[in-house]
Each structure stands twice: as C-alpha cells, then as structure tokens.
C-alpha cells in the first residue's frame, strides 16, 4: 500500500504554485499553474438568490455567501479526467479547508454540499472522482480511472485545492478537514491510511471500508432472497419483523423507547414468526424464515467456513428492501460487471462464493478496499479521526465499522493508545447516513474541530430525532464500547437522563 510521505506532499504544493496571483483576485487564478492540471474556471459569485449548475452532476445552490468559484481539470494519468470545484469564500474565511466525498459509484460534484461548507467560513472542494454519472461502467478497461475513483482523485483533488487555497488568501491554511458519508467514508479512511499529510481531522461516516465484502453481502442475500419463488419477503413484512425485534429485544438497554441501543445484545430467531398454516400477512413462511436469518447472518465461505463479511442487526428491518428487493442491489451489480468479471451480461445466480471471493479481492481490493489497519503515520502527525455508523444501517453492514476499529486497536497497542486520536461512535437506530428511528442528527464536524483546536476530545457527541420539523428526542452518542444508559429517572427523550457508560 503506497503512502505518500509529507516530504513529497510539501514538494508537490510548493512545484504547484509557480505564481501566486494577487491577493483575493478571483479571475486571476485562470494563470496559476497547477501540477497535473488546469484550472478551466475561476469566476466570483455575488452573494444571495443565485442558481449555479455546478459540475458534470448538475445541481442547483441558491442563497449562498459570496464566493469565489474555482473549476480544475486533474490528469495524474493518460487515462484521468478528474472534474473538481473549490469554492473559496469572498469574505469571513475561517483559514481552514474541507474536502468532501461522495456516495455509491457517484461522479458528481454536489453544490448543497459545497454551500454548506461555504456557510460554515470553509474554503470547501468536491471532485467527480475521475468519472460521470452513477455507474461503475466507467471502469471496465480503465484501470486507472478505477485507481482515480478508489483513491487517487481525493488526493489529487486535496493538493490541487491546497495550492489554489495558497495562491488565493497568500496565507497559510490552518486546519485542513475531510468529511464524507458512505463512499465519501471510504474516501476518508483512504486518506487516512494512504495520504496521511492530506489532513488534520478526518470524519468517516457509515464508510464502505470494505467494498468487496459489502458486495459480496449483496450477493449472498440476493441469492437467499431469491433462491425460489417462496424465498422472496414481500416488503409489506418488514415491519412485522421488525416490530417482533422490538418485543424480543427493545427493554435490553433499560428503556423501551423503539430502538435498540446495542443491536448486537439481540438474540432475536426470525423462526418465532413461522406460519403455523398458509401464509398469511402476519407471519413468515419457512422459505422467508431462511431468507431473514440470511439477512442477518455473516457472509461466509461455504467449504471453509471463514467469516466475510458481517451481516446485518437486529433492527434494520424497515430498509430491507435495499438489499432483498427484487433484484441486486445495483452499486454490488456494478462492482461484479465491470471490475471483477468485465461482463456486462454477468448473472449474480452463479456466483461461487468459495471460488469467486478470493477473484473479487484480487480484482478489486486494492483499488476500493480501505482496510489498513496501521494509522501510526496518520496520528503520529496529530491527526484526528471520527467514524460513526448507524447500527441500523441496511446497505452498509454497521459490524464492517466495528472490525476495523478492532484491528486497528490490535494494530496499535489497544484503546489507551488507539482513542487519543481514533474514536468510533456507533449511533443506535440509525439508517445509512440518517434516517431511521433513532437520534441521526449530529455535527461530527464540529466535535472534531474541538478536538483537533482545542484539545478537547469527544467524551460523547449530542445528537437529536427531527420528526415533522420538531426535535422530539435528544441523547448523546458514545463512543464505542460505550453506550448511553439511562439515569433512571427523567424523561427518555431527554440527553440529559443519560450518560455514556460500558454496558
């Protein structure tokens, strides 16, 4: 696994910046030569009521600071074709600078995304990581553009800003942030392991660490989902699944509040909604019986019995329909026609676990799989790293968050040395990304500025529930092992009848 050391990184900002433009001109920094690239934009944008098409993804912002617009075009290879925007704030810069991802196999550059960083006094950056549109059609025959997606393009992308941040203020950037959801997790901890110079506090949401295996999982459930005609949930049971989890499992932590606190103290057999007759709306027949313990249950190698990948928890029923629908799930699709087996015709019915899982890693790993376990380089320049997970995650497995953190505190000599710059928050009842029953609205960005400014480390994080625009729940999330327990009394809807303690 290649790292780029801060040496070459210091290098290749200071061969990026061959003449600095005057100081807040917008329309000057058409004439700075960038390392790799070209700048094909740098326009100001005044303040307030705008709409501005943005990148390859399209899009729309309005009611937005005034800005200065930069646009760049990245080739680290023949083969690259990296679209970025930075948007550099007129005025009320915070001198620090946020980097984004993306989601799925998306090329796009988000302008909501970008907004927001711009609200918060950021000079914010997106990428098209190397390629257009929502698939990963892209790939097949370009191995480089898979680099570019897997790794690269945020690279790029982080030292091209960084140089276009300097030419603009001629200041030096104080902290520098990457945020990302999802494949914009993955991204993130890609940084961390691959380029750790790229930045100073790192967030790593619900990251598809490892995209083999989640694909992988796609596979395995989509072949029980549709191993007969009879294997098929139909979705209208979801909730009568997950309503037997809660009965079986809700009052575990102390509290029956409609969420499962730790998902994994649940010992919950689908087999209890078994028809006694026909099938009916309120029950499972023996066929769906089996497809819902697939659910849940690891991937595993059929002959060697190894653990893949984790399965889903107890909970995330109501988003079953992403995974056990009525086909595969199209980011695992993707991965397996134009990585793996260069078919776009590929059938996911024939897929061999035994034989074809070690044919994906070797296809594919390299480039997508963000599994490093050793952060010494990372945190030995000061770097902070917060990763969150819903536990009620349907498209990315929450147990994938927790074996990593587990092997990186293997890796690094154990908590005591692992959470003064790594900590993972688990938050309960939470969806992909948000969503869900539980309390998903949280600033994991601003725990990580206090703690990378001012030293104070994220002993929990305040979290809410919006329901019909009003905030009906708060609780603190905590970092992982620990979970928030009930004071016992007060209300339960309230952060402060809790507190974050080892179950």
Not at 106 to 111: A, D, E, L, R
Request: net charge neutral; glycine share 10%; hydrophobic share 40%.
């Amino acid at each position: 696994m290649r790292v780029l050391a801060i040496s070459s990184v210091l290098f290749v900002l200071a061969v990026a910046v061959k003449a600095a433009p005057a100081v807040g001109s917008c329309e000057s920094l058409m004439s700075l030569n960038l390392a790799g690239g070209t700048i094909t934009m740098a326009q100001p944008v005044a303040a307030g009521g705008l709409a501005i098409p943005v990148g390859r993804g399209g899009g729309s912002v309005s009611n937005q600071a005034a800005f200065c617009r930069v646009a760049a075009t990245l080739r680290p290879s023949a083969d690259s074709d990296i679209k970025m925007e930075l948007w550099l704030p007129t005025s009320g810069w915070n001198g620090k600078f946020e980097a984004n991802g993306n989601g799925g196999w998306t090329g796009s550059i988000n302008p909501a995304t970008l907004n927001e960083g711009l609200q918060r006094g950021y000079a914010a950056a997106m990428s098209d990581l190397g390629h257009e549109g929502g698939s990963a059609s892209f790939a097949m025959g370009h191995p480089e553009k898979l680099v570019d997606f897997g790794y690269r393009a945020a690279h790029e992308m982080t030292v091209a800003a960084k140089a276009i941040i300097a030419a603009y203020y001629a200041q030096p950037i104080k902290e520098s942030y990457w945020t990302g959801c999802s494949a914009g997790g993955r991204s993130a901890l890609m940084e961390a392991q691959r380029y750790p110079a790229d930045f100073d506090g790192i967030v790593a949401g619900s990251p598809g660490l490892d995209w083999t295996g989640r694909s992988l999982q796609a596979v395995w459930i989509a072949q029980a989902t549709h191993k007969s005609d009879a294997s098929y949930i139909p979705p209208e049971k979801y909730g009568l699944v997950h309503q037997a989890v809660l009965a079986a499992c809700d009052a575990k932590d102390g509290v029956k509040d409609g969420v499962l606190e730790d998902p994994t103290r649940c010992a919950f057999d689908p087999k209890q909604l078994e028809c006694k007759g026909g099938d009916s709306a309120d029950c499972l027949t023996a066929a769906q019986v089996e497809t819902a313990r697939a659910i849940y249950a690891p991937v595993t190698n059929p002959r060697t019995k190894e653990i893949i990948f984790p399965g889903f928890e107890p909970g995330s029923e109501a988003g079953w329909a992403t995974m056990a629908g009525p086909r595969l799930f199209g980011i695992a699709a993707d991965l397996f026609k134009f990585v793996v087996f260069h078919n776009p015709d590929w059938d996911y019915k024939t897929f061999d676990f035994d034989r074809d899982t070690a044919i994906t890693a070797r296809t594919a790993g390299e480039a997508l799989n963000a599994e490093n376990p050793n952060l010494k380089a990372f945190a030995d320049r000061g770097g902070k790293l917060l990763q969150y997970h819903g536990w009620a995650d349907p498209q990315i497995a929450p147990g994938s968050s927790v074996r990593y953190y587990k092997k990186v505190l293997d890796t690094m000599g154990g908590v005591e040395k692992v959470q003064s710059f790594y900590r993972l928050f688990m938050v309960p009842g939470m969806a992909h990304c948000g969503g869900g029953d539980g309390t998903s609205n949280f600033d994991m960005l601003a725990a990580l500025e206090q703690w990378k400014e001012q030293g104070k480390a994220p002993a929990e994080v305040p979290a809410s529930r919006v329901r019909q625009g009003k905030v009906d729940r708060t609780r603190p999330l905590c970092p992982y092992p620990q979970v928030a327990k009930y004071k016992g009394t007060g209300s339960t809807d309230d952060a402060a009848n809790f507190a974050c303690a080892m179950e």
